[in-house]
């Protein structure tokens, strides 16, 4: 039995099912799974599976602007009114959320693992809604342990405003310090890790974590303000170049990568941060070479924001990236 696991609930926010795929919406068509029924056979077509993860806890512990916990809800009323244009064979469900307001924060990491890892073997697709990047280190560590049968070479990818790199032998793990915690995982098992993240602000960063990149072996990024300059294939070439030896994919996109004049409902707001179009066209181009193996949202704080403009990015980046991974997964 998965811990911290509640099960999906009919929300307001489900329509009745509609078999007419030209005018049916997301909200007719996201069916509920429970993760915790042992009868379930791992499915033979290609179908997501929807993941929240109600944590805002790693936030809080990095002294930034709580909200995030309720991401996930917010998320799926914006996905569910938009139109569906996956087919019939294409299949969504919504597994519910881990959610444990008296539990550590990692606790919930390791009940997400382990979701996102029964996920797996059901031969389902992760999709997880975050949720604060402390989402990032359990949802990694899920597919990791859902990959362990072949062991391929998983590499991460983040937009993100900041490295989330940070030491925490002082102040403990928090949703700052995810990617140093992959990165020392991997290190004490001497298993493969890279990790390159898009849209990184040099004020939002300090020298510390700048200098720790700059001395890690595979680690690299560009910054947003590389992104605002370079054309579009410039970027794709470097994206290419980078994710060429992974054989899987971790995608993770923190909100607050983006502008705040687009997603003004995160912890940290960002006024110079990454356009969303240019970021979907290189997320499309890397879901495309049909190495992503799951994907999240991340830091989406429904409190902070502004007529839901930041989870309805959130849900339409859904949207789009469903249809490229369905399609590539072929
Ligand atoms: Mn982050």
Redesign the pocket.
Known sequence: MLRDYRKARPYSYLQAPDDQLYTAKWGNRIQLLDLNDESLEPFDDMHFALIGFKSDKGVYINNGRPGAVEGPREIRYQLAKLPWHLGRDVLVYDCGDIDGPNRTMEDLQDSLSAAVERVMSLNLFPIVIGGG?ET?FGHYQGLKKGLEASKPDLGVV?F???F?LRPYDKSGPN??T?FRQMHDLNKKLDDYFKYIVLGIQEHSNNLNLFNFVAKTDNIDFLTSQDLFKADYQTVRDWVDNQIADMEKIYL?I?M??FNSAFAPGVSAIQSLGNDPQMTLAIIEHIAATGKVVGFDL??TSPSHDIDNHTSNLAATYIFYLTQIIAKNYR
Do not use: L, M
């Open positions: 990047h990032a983040n993100d405003v900041h989330d949703s700052g995810g993770t923190d607050d990568s991340v830091e």
